[in-house]
T-cell receptor
Framework: KQEVTQIPAALSVPEGENLVLNCSFT??????LQWFRQDPGKGLTSLLL?????REQTSGRLNASLDKSSGRSTLYIAASQPGDSATYLC??????????FGQGTELSVKP | DAGVIQSPRHEVTEMGQEVTLRCKPI?????LFWYRQTMMRGLELLIY????????DSGMPEDRFSAKMPNASFSTLKIQPSEPRDSAVYFC?????????????FGPGTRLTVL
């Protein structure tokens, strides 16, 4: 059974710092891996999607990497801003087309 | 596009009552997903549809839960009878398909409280 783990559960950094969020999964047979952002009381916003054949994806200050063989992904946020404060969720799509989510990392960027 | 639309946004009901949650997917999307989010269990997939047909309902917790998709633009998730442990945020999501190429787009969620 696929399990997704995110470390750390919470992170607080000063504005301007670069940071890395970690995601690991137990079964490497995935179609893709997605990173989402969730603001309090809101739905999920898709940030990046990495196909199983890809190694990384970039969007603005965000860069996500995927190492399928080791079951790991990282989300790198450059020059963090207070507006980046949110919960970041990692999800893998299994070969049945289902998304399996981690518990999330709650990020707080202090001005 | 308005995105995925869910209603109601908040629902408070008493134990034993029937609850119906509604979802309108993004126009043109042919896959629809229902998720539940709780503090204890995080985000869990309940059921998903492809071309209005239920594909996998293994996440539906028990017979009190049922979901329908009568057409491409509307789906319901019904709980009858509701129990306090059903209190959670229920999300609907849609995508162009279920392959690894397709992002899922989430609605704002329905926050359900069962007293």
């Amino acid at each position: 059974k696929q399990e997704v783990t995110q470390i750390p559960a919470a992170l607080s950094v000063p504005e301007g710092e670069n940071l890395v969020l970690n995601c690991s999964f137990t079964d490497s047979a995935i179609y893709n891996l997605q990173w989402f952002r969730q603001d309090p009381g809101k739905g999920l916003t898709s940030l990046l999607l990495i196909q199983s054949s890809q190694r990384e994806q970039t969007s603005g200050r965000l860069n996500a990497s995927l190492d399928k063989s080791s079951g790991r992904s990282t989300l790198y946020i450059a020059a963090s801003q207070p507006g980046d404060s949110a919960t970041y969720l990692c999800a893998v799509m299994d070969q049945g087309g289902k998304l399996i989510f981690g518990q999330g990392t709650e990020l707080s960027v202090k001005p | 596009d308005a995105g995925v639309i869910q209603s109601p946004r908040h629902e408070v009901t008493e134990m034993g009552q029937e609850v119906t949650l509604r979802c309108k997917p993004i126009s043109g999307h042919n896959s629809l997903f229902w998720y539940r989010q709780t503090m204890m269990r995080g985000l869990e997939l309940l059921i998903y549809f492809n071309n209005n047909v239920p594909i996998d309902d293994s996440g539906m917790p028990e017979d009190r839960f049922s979901a329908k998709m009568p057409n491409a633009s509307f789906s319901t998730l019904k709980i009858q009878p509701s129990e306090p442990r059903d209190s959670a945020v229920y999300f609907c999501a849609s995508s162009l398909g279920t392959s690894g190429l397709n992002e899922q787009f989430f609605g704002p969620g329905t926050r359900l409280t069962v007293l």
